[in-house]
């Protein structure tokens, strides 16, 4: 791994940087992942607009800044979690806290004994050959120890780490919002869709009934007719109507779905103080979580900045663009024991396996 120099916040950070070329298949391959979720939130938000805004909002104008402002939001958090995937770096925040892992962990790296289970305050990664924090954990595929790991996210080909968590939230935060709206407009859709007398029954449903009406009452059965009849059938507007409405539910459905799963556990990791995955290692019963001297609202800052509204309604690339607020992660005094000087569970509560606070 190699690290470029210079100031946190203005390009003096020193930040690892990647050994490949400008141009070539790696970088390709890097951005790949996440130019497709990209794609996927303009196509799933430009295909509910042209399901929706006409028919079911009579050529809305609110509508259609509502549905453009939702992909803007989600595409703006892709580019936040790309961009800023690098201060996931466990070294690079350390370097931003003044901290020489070599230091200390040769000065103050005492060990407790967790029933029967060694655990020390700084332990050496051999990937790396460099010590790290207990709650830092190397990624495989990232090549490097990130901090604070949530997952490594495959859709956006990066971890999910101290660095780019809000970001991650954030998208599917809006991606939430944005499948309970298209819930709803699919409820009302369907409502409206079924009705013979509603102007939709018209655009949807009669001219399907009428070209099975027209293939039933000819009585040909050869090759040819039916060949002419599925053609004419799959190209009729009401046909690619129906398919792109089957699309878009099943792009509504996997956003709800999804979005609220990753922005329940975010929120309820945030509650209970959990930092660490217990899981992805044994000797985690006696690692400390945030729940120690923090509140929720605290470690909801922490997440997400002190500027909370600001980061859920204004997309990120115009909040950092404009200085509006900061890119990284401010580092509370308690924060900081959870990570460097107190990262173990104090003495009352090393012996509770399963508990993070």
């Known amino acids: 791994m190699r690290f470029r120099l210079g100031t946190v916040g203005h390009g003096d950070e020193l930040l690892p940087t990647h050994r490949m070329g400008t141009y070539g298949v790696a970088t390709l391959l890097d951005f790949l992942p996440c130019s497709f979720m990209a794609l996927i939130t303009i196509f799933g938000s430009q295909l509910g607009v042209f399901m929706f805004w006409g028919p079911i ?18 595409l703006g958090n892709i580019w936040g979690v790309v961009k800023y995937r690098n201060r996931n770096c466990a070294q690079y925040q350390l370097c ?9 962990s040769a000065h103050s790296n005492p060990s407790v004994n967790c029933s029967g289970v060694k655990i020390e305050k700084w332990k050496w990664c051999e990937k790396c050959s460099l010590n790290m924090p207990v709650r830092a954990n190397h990624c495989r595929y990232c090549k490097k ?54 102007p939709l029954y018209g655009q949807y449903i009669a001219p399907m009934l009428e070209l099975m009406r027209m293939r039933l009452e000819s009585g040909e059965a050869d090759v ?37 799963a990753y922005t329940t556990e975010i929120l309820w990791q ?9 899981e992805r290692d044994d000797k ?60 173990l569970k104090d003495v009352a509560s090393r012996d509770q396996h399963f508990s993070y606070n």
């Open 284 to 343: 985690a019963a006696g690692i400390r979580g945030d729940a120690q001297d923090t509140s929720f609202m605290q470690r909801l800052n922490f997440l997400l900045g002190p500027h909370v509204l600001m980061w859920i309604l204004i997309p990120p690339p115009l909040l950092i663009r404009f200085g509006l607020v900061k890119a990284e992660i401010t580092w509370d005094q308690a924060h900081r024991e959870s990570l460097i000087d107190r990262p």
């Open 224 to 260: 040819k007719s039916w060949v002419g009849w599925v053609m004419t059938f799959y190209f009729s507007t009401a046909v690619v109507r129906i398919l792109a409405l089957i699309s878009l539910i099943f792009f509504i459905i996997a956003a709800l779905s999804v979005g609220a």
């Open 270 to 278: 945030a509650w209970i103080g959990m930092g660490y995955d217990e």
């Open 57 to 74: 909002y009579h050529y809305s104008i609110a509508s259609l800044f509502f549905a453009n402002y939702i992909m803007c939001q989600m």
């Open 145 to 198: 120890c990130v901090l604070r790991q949530e997952n490594h996210f495959f859709a956006f080909g990066c971890c999910i780490a101290v660095g780019n968590t809000r970001f991650f939230f954030l998208y599917f935060l809006w991606a939430l919002t944005y499948g309970a709206w298209g819930v709803a407009t699919c409820a009302l859709f369907v409502v409206r869709v079924v009705d013979s007398e509603d």
């Open 96 to 104: 931003r806290l003044g901290i020489s892992s070599a230091v200390e």
